[in-house]
């Protein structure tokens, strides 16, 4: 265990007054004047509780088990959360401290804030996470936001979001219970969709192993997303020349991702096509709001999407002019990061697969090569873009939706046990 006192560079980043507790990372105390005079931190081994500051004690930690709390030795994780009306900290051991908060934020942190001299603390945790009836049967879902600036390398479990029609549920990491049988191929489930229905991707003839490098799950290789790549209008999933996007009235072009992927679709899936539901793609047009879009400006600009992995802000819900209604589409650049993925490699959550592959989210407009770009998955599982005119190594990965009504014939969403659609 390492305590190492803080220099002045770095009191800036602490919080006054405040203790944010992780079960891998740090503890961090910031005592004001009226409180303790030093800051320090305490590196947590594995979340055990194994040091005590000489003013600030955690006298005990119990654990909600099945409806008794047990006392234990490690600090709970974010599947957890601090029952603020039980927990209490005392003073001298004597009198109860009504300043001191005790709580679990909505990034799963548990929060110790405001203590005084000599307190000597007791937390109870209970389970963070909701048991969810869905078509797939009951599903455990977190009550917290992960953080989106991070990548997801170990199976974080299952959790929600608004999308355009309610509350969809999606898999985030290196997911263990998200495989899925259906129409003689495997699927792994991105979420269910606010409106019930499954939204899933191709994982192949088998089903694959999280960190597997495999051909077997790209569908097709060395598809152009557009023939044309020196207009920014190119990256819409059909588009009219001059125009950000087709209006009511315009005859559009459709790109030839979209033409390579309906022509898969009939050959593979159409026989299937009661059970799969005309799904929401969005393909987002919108522009950060730095910029103004053109056909072809002189300065580069970044499409929304861009912006929001950027910001570790992604969205389910999509403006209605930028939503295509399809039997089958791409991933959107948002899932991937709700997955697990941004900008960094990710060798290990459920969409890596060691190749590239496109989503249907145009990236940017490239003036100093007057080249359009829409995000991939590139094949270190780092969510990027990729210029249209890059058309030798980037494949795709079909992706569809399960109609809410379906019957799941057996099993529990595992590799070795996935569920199966009644066809």
């Not at 942190?109 to 307190?119: L, R």
């Not at 191709?202 to 694959?208: I, Q, V």
């Not at 948002?334 to 989503?359: H, M, Q």
């Not at 980037?394 to 399960?402: A, K, Q, Y």
Request: net charge neutral; aromatic share 12%; glycine share 8%.
């Amino acid at each position: 265990m390492k305590i190492e006192k803080l220099g002045k560079n770095h009191r800036k980043e602490v919080i006054g007054g405040l203790i944010v507790i992780s079960v891998i990372g740090i503890l961090a105390v910031n005592l004001t004047k009226a409180k303790y005079q030093g800051i320090e931190d305490i590196e947590l081994v594995k979340g055990e509780i194994n040091y005590k500051i000489s003013d600030f004690k955690m006298m005990a930690i119990y654990q909600n088990n099945n409806g008794s709390y047990e006392e234990v030795t490690e600090l709970p994780g974010k599947n957890y959360k601090i029952n603020e009306s039980k927990s209490y900290c005392t003073i001298n051991n004597v009198d109860k401290d009504n300043s001191a908060k005790l709580y679990t934020n909505k990034y799963g942190q548990h929060v110790i804030e405001n203590i005084s001299k000599n307190d000597k603390c007791y937390l109870y945790f209970d389970k963070n996470t909701e048991i969810v009836s869905t078509v797939l049967g009951s599903i455990e879902v977190n009550n917290y936001t992960p953080d989106f600036s991070l990548t997801a390398t170990t199976d974080e479990g299952i959790f929600k979001a608004e999308d355009n029609d309610g509350v969809s549920y999606y898999w985030r990491g290196a997911a263990t219970t998200n495989y899925l049988k259906f129409g003689g191929y495997c699927w792994r489930i991105i979420r269910i969709n606010g409106d019930g229905t499954i939204r899933l991707i191709y994982d192949g003839t088998t089903c694959h192993n999280n960190g597997e490098s495999t051909t077997d799950s790209i569908a097709e290789f060395s598809v152009m997303y557009n023939t044309k790549y020196d207009k920014s209008e190119y990256v819409g999933w059909t588009y009219v020349e001059g125009k950000q996007r087709p209006e009511v009235g315009d005859t559009p072009i459709e790109t030839n991702a979209k033409l390579r992927l309906e022509e898969w679709y009939n050959k593979n899936l159409a026989s299937y096509s009661a059970k799969i539901e005309e799904g929401k793609y969005c393909n987002d047009r919108e522009v950060d709001r730095r910029y103004t879009w053109s056909q072809s400006p002189n300065t580069t600009f970044w499409y929304a999407p861009l912006t929001r992995r950027e910001n570790a802000s992604p969205t389910l819900s999509c403006l209605e002019k930028d939503i295509f209604k399809l039997n089958i589409g791409f991933i959107t650049s948002d899932e991937v990061i709700y997955a697990g993925g941004r900008n960094k490699n990710n060798e290990s959550f459920y969409l890596y697969n060691g190749n590239l592959y496109w989503t249907i989210s145009p990236y940017q407009w490239n003036a100093k090569i007057n080249q359009a770009h829409v995000f991939c998955v590139r094949d270190t599982g780092f969510l990027e873009g990729a210029s249209l005119i890059n058309n030798r190594v980037v494949g795709f990965r079909p992706v569809i939706n399960l109609k809410s009504d379906i019957t799941i014939s057996g099993g529990n969403g595992t590799k070795d046990n996935p569920y199966v659609v009644l066809n």
